[in-house]
């Protein structure tokens, strides 16, 4: 079936709207939630939202906030643009619509770059073989960095986050921990990982940058254990604690 290139305004039943897989960004009841319910009972939603069809109806790439919010208000249809996109184009647009949005969580960052990374890596498999060469991870990287206006390297270690257990992701979302001590952690296994957790909490304490690194060389030396961690993590005062 031929592809239909051009969009396609509509309104659409919430019912046939569905999330997109595994998106990055969180939808959550807070204040800024309440404040957009408000609006659009009010208004309506003035901005239509951004979706690819599917076999099942259609996958939402831009407006997860405002479907929630619709929802929430009792409205049973939204405004729409219809746009026929593959998985990788989707990806792609919808990390690019929200990236530069305000107050970010380092998670959210963390994945984003990620789906956006491996979108990008995806695309250029179709071209392997073209002196273009997409598809390398040098590649992947600069197209990130021109897109979001960070650094490769910047790039690179919020993606490293996409490693940490979800309870160690929590602390950076809090501002609790370090982005470089989340950084250092991610090369631990989960199964440290938990037990670096464990030691937190039992110290109420976050591991220095310093101690961090020391945990990461420990681990691929093959040296780290339990007993390690507590050690490191028992010679950093309770509720001491690295800020960015």
Do not use: W
Not at 29 to 57: C, N, Q, T
Not at 70 to 76: N, R, S, Y
Not at 115 to 142: F, N, P, V, W, Y
Request: hydrophobic fraction near 35%.
């Amino acid at each position: 079936m031929p592809r239909n290139d051009k969009p396609i305004s509509a309104e659409l039943p919430l019912s046939a709207l569905h999330p997109f897989p595994n998106h990055p960004y969180k939808v959550t009841d807070d204040e800024a939630m309440f404040a957009l319910m408000d609006s659009i009972d009010a208004h309506g939603v003035l901005s239509p939202v951004l979706v690819r069809p599917e076999k099942d109806g259609y996958e939402i790439i831009s407006g997860h906030r405002r479907c929630h919010a619709a929802k929430a208000v009792g409205l049973k249809t939204v405004p729409a643009i219809v746009c026929d996109l593959s998985r990788s184009e989707a990806a792609i647009l919808l990390v690019d619509s929200n990236l530069h949005r305000e107050h970010l969580l380092p998670s959210e960052k963390a994945f984003a770059y990620k789906l956006k990374m491996d979108a990008i890596k995806h695309q250029g498999k179709s071209m392997e073989g073209t002196s273009c060469k997409t598809g390398t991870k040098s590649r992947s990287d600069e197209l990130l960095a021109e897109d979001s206006g960070e650094s490769a390297r910047t790039i690179q270690r919020y993606i490293r986050l996409t490693n940490l257990i979800p309870e160690l992701l929590e602390y950076l979302d809090r501002d609790e921990m370090a982005l470089s001590v989340g950084v250092e952690l991610s090369y631990l296994d989960d199964e440290m990982q938990y037990a670096v957790l464990d030691a937190m909490e039992a110290e109420d304490c976050t591991p220095s940058y310093s101690q961090a690194v020391r945990l990461k060389n420990l681990s691929r030396c093959g040296d780290l254990n339990e007993k390690c961690i507590m050690a490191v993590m028992q010679e950093q005062k309770a509720n001491q604690r690295e800020r960015v």
